[in-house]
């Protein structure tokens, strides 16, 4: 169930919902929640791909639902698995290699990120 309930104040969401809606559109990322202080995303990297991203303005929270991989921040390696969450500073050079297993991240900006 996604949606406005409670005079705006509560957004519910389900995360097999938004996977599909990401993946019908094509794209590896899908934003999905967008407020102020905050804006929310799913992103999904297929094994073996490169990951383009590049620094963002914004502090960064990974959540990893599933897959596996490795996350380099500066110089550092941190192994992904299922259930790690990650903080990544904003501004920081950061991107996921040596992906293993299909790698799906709830991805958490604050503030909103500003060019979705």
């Known amino acids: 169930m996604s949606g406005a309930t409670a005079a705006g104040r ?30 929310m995303g799913v992103y999904v990297l297929a094994a073996g791909a490169e990951d383009p991203q590049t620094p963002h303005a914004e502090d960064e929270v990974y959540y990893a639902l599933s897959g596996r991989g490795v996350l380099r921040v500066g110089g550092e390696d941190h192994p992904v698995a299922p259930g790690a969450l990650l903080f990544v500073a904003a501004e920081a050079e950061h991107r996921f290699h040596a992906i293993e297993e299909e790698l799906t991240l709830l991805v958490f900006f604050a503030p909103a990120e500003s060019s979705p």
């Open 10 to 39: 509560l957004r519910a969401f389900e995360v097999a919902e938004l996977l599909e809606r990401r993946r019908r559109g094509g794209a590896s990322w899908l934003e999905f929640l967008r407020v102020p202080a905050l804006s």
